[in-house]
Structures are given as C-alpha cells and as structure tokens.
C-alpha cells in the first residue's frame, strides 16, 4: 500500500502542544548542526524559495526563530517581491538592478568589507558599467549590510588571525609554596606562541620587579632567536609587572608590544588556558616545597606539553612536532609508554629503531 504520510507528519499529528514545542527544539538544532557544515551562502531554486515562501508565510513572526538559511529580512523581502510591492519608485527615474548584479554587490561588500567606491571598482574591473556609487549603497542599505567602515573596523580574532605566525601572549601567575619561612608566592612568567601554541616560561621568583622581568624577556629573545618566523609582537595585560624597561628590552630586538584593555581576560585566553592546564594537571597534585622543586615541576610539565601533549588547534600534535607518516597499524612491541613529571602524566611513544 503506498505512503499517504510522511512518518513525521503522523508523529505530528498525534503529539500534544507540549511534545510538539520539543520536536521543532529538536529539528531547530538538528538544523543548525547541518547548516554549520556548509560554508558561505546557500543559493535557493526559483521553485525551492517558492515552497519556503509558501510555508513559512503562515508563521508569521515565527519565521523569526526558524529560518536560517537566511536572515529574516531577505525572507521578508522575498514575500514583499512576491506579492508585487514595489518600493517608491527612485526619483531619478532609475530602474531597479538584476537580481545577478544585486547578489554581487552583496557577495563583493560581504567577502572583503570594502566600501562602496572600492566595491564599484570590483564591479568595473569586471566589466559591470551600468551601475552607480549611489545604486550600491541603495543595494545594501536594503540588505542591511552597514557602510564600510563600520564593517572594515578590525575584529580581535582578525587580529589574532594575522599575526599569528609571530605574535606571542605572555602573562604571569603564582603558587603558593612550603618554605623554611612559611608559605610563599613564587611567581612565574609564561611566553605562548599563538599560532604554535609552544610555550617558553621563566623560573621562578618572589620578587618579580623590573629587573628580573626585564631579564626574562631577553631571556625569551634569546631562545626565539634565529626561528623562521621570529617574535615580533607580544600582547600581555598591563599588570604593573610589565613595566617600561620589560617594553624597551623587547623593543631593543624589534619585537613591539601590544597591552589589552583592561579587565578583559578573554582577550588573553589562549595563555590563562595553558596557566588552568599545568595548575590542573600538574601543580595542584603536589605539594610544592619551594623554588628548586616547583622550577623542577613547571619545566619537565612545560617539556611534556611542548613535545608530547596534544593540542587540538595543532590538528591533535603536540606544539613543537611534525606530523608523523601516516600508517594504518602499530605492532604494539613497537610502542612505549613515557612518563613525565614523576610518573604523573604519560604519553605513548613509538620505540626509537
């Protein structure tokens, strides 16, 4: 007998309005996952965005909350231009643009945030004459795309993103330890490579004035020294720790300095999420009995977590390693098992041939 119904209809038809809110939360994320798989816009069929005009009509503002293959207002839009209602007609006399022309303009002003003369330079190089400064701004403006400088205004992940290649994060924190003289912060300095994630971090000191910050910078030149891509900017809090001759001492190597804005941490999370890895996986287990013994803790964790340790923006490879050639199976008796900071944690090896 042939299906009359789709299962999910029936399944629609029997549920309560309780049930029925749970299966649109579920299809709504369900949608959300696919469509985060798919990169840049999705073009719909003449006949396709008909059937999504035809449904989603009857929502009204529901649509709001649903649809995502686009925003909202090109959903209005496309109902506007369905029904046949035209905009004031330009006083000018002019006509409106091809749909061709105006997804152009869009694509141009959302792939690169140039401005409108920039983007009727694009169009001209391409051939396109009929079209006007004045005719572009219109396009966008009923897009609700902003004027190019409000989109050209740099984002922090652009700037992250740019400079990745050499621009390094640094940032101090401190642990409590057993001295002869009672408990004691000793206070260290972790140097992150943005685009590595390799750390570098100093010993330690309870007393991390000028003097010793402006040491452990040029001890951090020296070790960056000579790499294909040496620093050259590093972006830190404005604790008061990193004082004017820590700036010029990085500044004397060309390596400039770029402090964040106050109370803005997150501006510095790739570094406080390696500081939260080695406190949890490391400091936190111990009971640290002063300087020689944490100095002695942070560098055999710091030599794990360059060469061994995993990384998920390092495709799952430690930070300082080349990705091995890929074979389909290991004899287990070819495979080790390495331990580091007294057995605390481990990695698995391949045995050296």
């Known amino acids: 007998m042939t299906k009359i119904f789709h299962p999910l209809l029936a399944l629609i038809a029997s549920a309560t309005d309780k049930e029925l809110a749970k299966y649109v939360q579920f299809l709504k994320e369900e949608n959300k996952i696919l469509r985060s798989r798919v990169d840049g816009q999705i073009h719909t069929k003449p006949e396709e965005r008909e059937r999504l005009l035809d449904l989603g009509k009857e929502l009204g503002r529901a649509i709001e909350e649903l649809i995502t293959i686009v925003s909202p207002k090109t959903f209005y839009r496309w109902i506007r231009e369905r029904d046949g209602r035209k905009r004031k007609p330009n006083p000018k006399g002019g006509q409106r643009k091809p749909r061709e022309i105006r997804e152009l303009v869009i694509q141009i002003a ?39 400088p409000d989109r050209t205004s740099d984002s922090w992940t652009n700037f992250v993103e740019r400079h990745k290649e050499t621009l390094w994060a640094c940032d101090f924190f401190s642990v409590k330890t057993v001295t002869t003289r009672g408990m004691r912060d000793l206070y260290v300095l972790v140097w992150l490579c943005v685009s590595s994630r390799e750390v570098i971090v100093s010993t330690s000191t309870e007393h991390p004035n000028s003097s010793w910050v ?11 020294s000579g790499r294909e891509h040496s620093p050259a900017l ?12 820590f700036t010029e001492a990085l500044a004397r190597q060309g390596v400039g300095t770029n402090p964040l804005p106050k109370a803005s941490p997150n501006l510095n999370g790739r570094c406080e999420r390696f500081i939260e890895t080695i406190k949890l996986e490391c400091l936190q287990k111990f009971i640290v009995f002063g300087k020689r013994h944490l100095d002695h803790l942070v560098g055999e964790f710091v030599d794990y977590y360059n060469h061994h340790r995993s990384h998920m923006e390092r495709n799952h490879l430690p930070p300082v390693r080349e990705e091995p050639d890929e074979v389909e199976t290991i004899p287990l008796d070819e495979i080790q098992v390495k331990t580091y900071v007294g057995g605390l944690v481990k990695a698995f090896e391949r045995k050296v041939a």
């Open 214 to 224: 402006t040491e452990q910078a040029e001890r951090f030149l020296g070790e960056t």
């Open 110 to 148: 959302t792939t690169t945030n140039f401005g409108y003369t920039r983007i009727l330079g694009e169009l001209r190089k391409l051939g396109i004459k009929k079209i006007s400064r004045q005719t572009i701004r219109n396009i966008l403006k009923e897009e609700g795309i902003a004027p190019g």
């Open 234 to 245: 590093v972006m830190h809090d404005r604790d008061t720790k990193f004082t004017k001759e």
